[in-house]
């Protein structure tokens, strides 16, 4: 027998007799910043929340991660901040940038995961298993997608098929409106309702316009559900003459949930006016 077959023959009866008892080497941890909310609420639930070292300014954190430094909006990063922070990954959406900073990132060895905008259930599963499979989060990510299934199916129990709606970003001196290829178009899709709005992206309207929708729903992106809605009403009076407002139908949405189309929390979103509506 020759020496080097008697060594492993030796290694394999030590891994045999103790190699349950010799301590499993842990994945080295990487340092992830996270560039939109609806990425963190991901990294979140796949339990990496260990990893995460930034965030930016539209994530929600868990009171344990409130002291987390911020990077600012995902489409004016800063190359300098970032890279302070030793990131080994920078994990968002496709719209971070600018793009001269984004290949600094990614000149300096710093990993990039960049997910496409989630406009539908599918695309939101498909980037909780990019994030998964490129950050290994297999522990936990068939339980969120169990979890995503149960809400899908949730949801399209509570769909208002027919509902004429919009989706509105109410600011100061202006009423921006909802059209096709936008997360609040992809909003209004997950609870069945039929957009009103017949272009795409986003285009600022009169309060006549919309009146003359006659929508049964208002969507609105904002922070506080009814003082959202008061403003909007004091900002353009011309819409209490909506049927959405005569029935109490104008709901405010986080808008945090939507800056890369729909995210969990968005779906969470959907499930609570599809349940207000039906409520009524």
Same mark, same amino acid.
């Given at each position: 027998?020759?020496?080097?077959?008697?060594?492993?023959?030796?290694?394999?009866?030590?891994?045999?007799? #103790?190699?349950?008892?010799i301590p499993a080497v842990q994945a080295e941890v990487r340092r992830i910043i996270s560039t939109d909310g609806a990425t963190t609420e991901m990294l979140l639930a796949l339990g990496l929340d260990a990893s995460? #070292?930034?965030?930016?300014?539209?994530?929600?954190l868990p009171e344990h991660l409130s002291s987390l430094?911020?990077?600012?909006?995902?489409r004016a990063l800063s190359a300098e901040g970032i890279m302070s922070l030793n990131p080994?990954?920078? !994990?968002?959406s496709m719209h971070m940038g600018p793009a001269s900073v984004v290949e600094q990132i990614r000149a300096a060895g710093v990993q990039l995961i960049r997910l496409p905008p989630s406009l539908d259930l599918d695309q939101l599963e498909a980037n909780i298993?990019?994030?998964?499979?490129?950050?290994?989060?297999?522990?936990?990510?068939q339980a969120l997608k169990s979890e995503l299934q149960a809400q899908r199916v949730q949801l399209e129990r509570q769909t208002l098929p027919g509902t004429r709606a919009v989706f509105l970003m109410a600011g100061e001196s202006r009423l921006r409106l909802a059209g096709s290829g936008t997360s609040g178009n992809a909003?209004?899709?997950?609870?069945?309702?039929?957009?009103q709005a017949d272009f795409e992206n986003y285009?600022?309207?009169? !309060?006549?316009?919309?009146?003359?929708?006659?929508?049964?729903?208002?969507v609105l992106s904002g922070?506080?559900?009814?003082?959202?809605?008061?403003?909007?009403?004091k900002q353009a009076p011309m819409l209490a003459h909506t049927p959405a407002a005569q029935n109490g139908h104008v709901f405010t949405v986080d808008g945090r949930t939507l800056v890369s189309g729909i995210g969990l929390a968005a779906l969470r979103e959907a499930l609570r006016i599809t349940a207000l509506m039906e409520d009524d």
């Amino acid at each position: 027998m020759s020496a080097r077959l008697k060594k492993n023959l030796a290694r394999l009866t030590l891994f045999l007799v #103790v190699g349950s008892a010799i301590p499993a080497v842990q994945a080295e941890v990487r340092r992830i910043i996270s560039t939109d909310g609806a990425t963190t609420e991901m990294l979140l639930a796949l339990g990496l929340d260990a990893s995460l #070292v930034a965030v930016d300014v539209t994530s929600t954190l868990p009171e344990h991660l409130s002291s987390l430094p911020s990077v600012g909006y995902h489409r004016a990063l800063s190359a300098e901040g970032i890279m302070s922070l030793n990131p080994d990954v920078l !994990a968002g959406s496709m719209h971070m940038g600018p793009a001269s900073v984004v290949e600094q990132i990614r000149a300096a060895g710093v990993q990039l995961i960049r997910l496409p905008p989630s406009l539908d259930l599918d695309q939101l599963e498909a980037n909780i298993q990019q994030l998964s499979d490129e950050l290994n989060g297999d522990a936990a990510v068939q339980a969120l997608k169990s979890e995503l299934q149960a809400q899908r199916v949730q949801l399209e129990r509570q769909t208002l098929p027919g509902t004429r709606a919009v989706f509105l970003m109410a600011g100061e001196s202006r009423l921006r409106l909802a059209g096709s290829g936008t997360s609040g178009n992809a909003l209004l899709s997950l609870i069945g309702a039929d957009n009103q709005a017949d272009f795409e992206n986003y285009r600022t309207v009169t !309060a006549e316009a919309i009146l003359a929708l006659q929508p049964e729903l208002i969507v609105l992106s904002g922070e506080n559900d009814q003082a959202t809605a008061d403003r909007l009403l004091k900002q353009a009076p011309m819409l209490a003459h909506t049927p959405a407002a005569q029935n109490g139908h104008v709901f405010t949405v986080d808008g945090r949930t939507l800056v890369s189309g729909i995210g969990l929390a968005a779906l969470r979103e959907a499930l609570r006016i599809t349940a207000l509506m039906e409520d009524d």
